[in-house]
């Protein structure tokens, strides 16, 4: 049965309205790099005490190569019900989906019927498609469930997509939000400008994806014009990567954000701004820029790893780990940033989520 933004509980729509932290959730392996589940499970538990307000589940940071491997449905099906096992609190739950529009179709349909909120619909199987294909893709897939749509950067597979498409996707009525990770700039204000342009600002909520610039996009505003007039337009949240380690101060993060805007009308203290510089130099380590990102997924693991949520750092694909020298910059910001990991909430916690 097909899922409209309509449907979703209002709970859940208010939430992503307001705007959350929602991590894109690791795959736990063993040592033989097959799912495990009570480590799959302990991940779960610790974005959801985290104060996490949504997952996302079946998305790059799970590997994309789970549908090969036959785990889709298995790892979606674990996060809802280890999620709803654990808190009776909102949370949104975002499906990956990715594929030609035959396979994103019945991936968004396995989604709906395993509870899922919104599909994050991944453009890059089908990036050699002109934008008209495009969007008649996305409206297929919206015909089975909400949509988040996803600016994925171009190194990792993501079309450069214009404007002009943002505004499109945003006119479909089935469209819920948009995540926004070209890790550029001027594409990131494409989207804005898209949005601004369908006058959807209000029903389409954007989201960061730009791992490089987290605290900047939720702090601050960004402005296009239309009518002759300047439109406003703030990114509600995240759906990140990096938000898959050091969640609880992700957290407090987002919160600190919005209590400034909220406190001095936009005015942000310096110390939040330079946090930004901050957060960015983390992420240079977890998503190893200087490997062009090789050991994105593997250098998240590594955090988890070391904080004794994950056994290891394995990924399906045996080539994919982490890159040279990353383990030593990942002790680097260890050293420099330490204040900004959430080790000691996972320490207090740990055994109680692996039980």
Request: glycine share 8%; charged share 20%; proline share 3%.
């Amino acid at each position: 049965m097909a899922l409209q933004r309509s449907d979703l509980p209002a709970d859940v729509l208010a939430l992503l309205a307001q705007g959350t932290v929602i991590p894109a959730h690791p795959l736990a392996l063993d040592a033989d790099r097959q799912f495990d589940r009570r480590r799959q499970r302990a991940l779960t538990r610790y974005y959801t005490d985290a104060g996490a307000g949504g997952l996302a589940v079946g998305v790059h940071t799970t590997q994309f190569s789970i549908r090969e491997r036959g785990l889709y449905e298995t790892v979606l099906r674990a996060a809802a019900e280890d999620r709803a096992a654990w808190t009776d609190r909102p949370m949104a739950m975002v499906a990956g989906l990715c594929g030609p529009t035959a396979q994103a179709r019945a991936e968004a349909r396995t989604a709906v019927g395993l509870g899922y909120h919104a599909g994050l619909l991944s453009l890059a199987a089908v990036a050699s498609a002109s934008e008209d294909e495009l969007i008649a893709h996305c409206e297929a897939v919206a015909q089975e469930i909400p949509l988040i749509g996803f600016y994925l950067q171009t190194v990792v597979g993501g079309p450069i997509l214009s404007s002009d498409f943002w505004r499109r996707f945003a006119l479909i009525p089935n469209v819920l939000a948009i995540k926004v990770a070209p890790f550029n700039r001027y594409r990131t204000i494409d989207v804005v400008r898209g949005v601004v342009d369908a006058r959807a600002e209000e029903r389409v909520f954007l989201y960061t994806g730009n791992d490089d610039h987290i605290v900047l996009d939720l702090a601050l505003p960004f402005s296009a014009m239309r009518d002759g007039a300047q439109v406003q337009v703030r990114f509600r949240g995240g759906l990140l990567g990096h938000w898959s380690v050091w969640t609880a101060s992700a957290v407090q993060q987002l919160a600190q954000i919005k209590a400034e805007i909220a406190a001095q009308g936009g005015a942000l203290s310096p110390a939040l701004l330079a946090l930004d510089s901050r957060v960015t130099d983390c992420n240079a380590a977890f998503f190893d820029v200087k490997n062009n990102f090789h050991g994105c997924i593997a250098g998240c693991h590594e955090v988890l790893r070391r904080q004794g949520l994950l056994d290891g750092i394995w990924c399906l694909d045996p080539a994919e780990g982490m890159g040279a020298g990353q383990s030593e910059e990942i002790d680097r910001v260890y050293r420099l940033h330490g204040d900004l990991a959430d080790d000691a909430f996972v320490r207090d916690n740990l055994a109680r989520w692996l039980a």
